[in-house]
């Protein structure tokens, strides 16, 4: 018999539901015998005991919120009966000891990557081309039109829009029903795509509406944004555009590429329009010099390198109920997998570990990263509050339709996301990733900020666990999609790239998926597996802003 529902932790005093419970239905737990006073959705949580007013609700063994009214045991939590509470938290000289998974089958394993001169390893090889202030998006438009199809990279691999179709039925004079008929939606191998530049996997455009305007600050930290995308190993080189009198100045952002890498030796091409004689020929210089780096890029090929040269993002989206279940623990333990096979993994998403500071602090390795974890908290949810908000406003509907009713549930769970390693450093938003091992990162709980954000801190792939499901991707940093239920797996095949839902219907166990992903990773690693957000062209780039504008 299928099991109906899961106590995450001993101390927990309410219950998740594992599919849907029937008003009425019986629950025996521990000797104790109850019946469900209301129907209970799949995802969400009812009450293991009777709740009088101001109760605190525990989950995953962690105070994730406040009864506002009696709660009745069987009764389901929701915004209407519970109310978003978190614990206090503080510095402290606690020790924390860590028991490594056994990664004996993985220690002589290597991933076919592209070695960079300054020794990290790239899982791909991409040329940039960015606009160093908003007024030149336009001119990296017009790059991009002038090469991205000429040089065989299609917008999407996984399907092509085949608009000279219908080109030539218009002329032809078809009618509208022939029109509205025709076969425009074309495979990659339908349209042949003949690469100028096999070994490059890409050209990516960065647009953005920064650089100038706004507070000076959030310039300077576009040019560290972009410095760190610019030295990250899954970059080649660059081609920068600058109008020539933004805040964002090409000097701040040099200064930023020696101080990730002092030894940059990359191809980089930095135009400055107002010193063009014309618009036509400061595009035909870029187009020309990006050209010759492009050859340049090409000579580099796949080589193999030990597992420790990998640096994975750890990021969700689209959270539901079972987040925490399955597809945030699976993703922790590859984790602490990686970890222990020296390589470096990255949690992000600052307002989604609200309520699990303590915990975090505990495991941080030394007193000046947990000094610096809580400071940065401690100015983050200031910020928030000045603003009129609060990390207590964080759950989105969707959150909320689906489980997570308070932030420090959703918080309680997305941390899983980090296994159970030691914390080996604390970095702000786009600071570089410098130590192996598990590191926090200061990025907003926004998708595609946070994505944002590791891939300029440095990861070389990224796994996004989702519970409803997400089209977000990366320009230049592979995401692979993990869906926390196989109802999203079997309904969004065309973005979801892993399942873990086997772990809620029992099939599976935390530790026999997490170890099917690694495998996974190594080959999108090597270029063999291609995940659903490289194939549909999903590069979304949103740097964060974190001042005000002036």
Known sequence: MKKSFLQLH?????????????????????GDSFQVVEDIPAKHKFALKNFDLGDEVIMYGALVGEAIKPIPKGARISIENCVHASSEYGVNTKKYSWQAPDVSKWTSRTFNGYHRKNGSVGTANHWLVIPMVFCENRNVEVMKSALQESLGYLTTTDFVVDTKTLVGHYENGASNEEILGAQIIKTPEEIKQNRTFSNVDGIKFLTHEGGCGGFRLDSDTLCNLLAGYITNPNV????????????????????????????????????????????????????????LGLIEANKIERKPAALHHLTLGLECGGSDGFSGISANPTLGYVSDLLVALGGTTVLSEFPELNGVEQELINRCETSENKEKFARLMDTYAARAIALGSAF????????IKDGLITDAMKSAGAAKKGGTSLVTDVLDYTEKVTKKGLNLLCTPGNDVESTTGLAGSGCTLICFTTGLGTPTGNPVAPVIKMSSNTTLSERMKDIIDFDTGTIITGEDTIESKGEELLEYLIKVASGEETPAAVRLGQEDFIPWKRGMSL
Request: proline residues 6%; aromatic residues 6%.
């Open 236 to 291: 080649a080189g660059a081609t920068v555009l600058s109008l020539g009198c933004q805040n964002a100045e090409t000097k701040t952002l040099q200064a930023a590429i020696l101080e990730r890498d002092p030894d940059f030796a990359k191809p980089l091409y930095i135009l400055e329009q107002q010193k063009s004689k014309s618009e036509r020929h400061f595009i035909e210089e870029a187009v020309k010099k990006t050209f």
């Open 392 to 399: 207590k406003n964080n759950p989105s509907p969707g959150n």
């Open 10 to 30: 001993p101390d927990d005093t309410i219950l998740a539901a594992l599919h849907d419970i029937n008003c009425g239905e019986a629950i025996d737990f521990n």
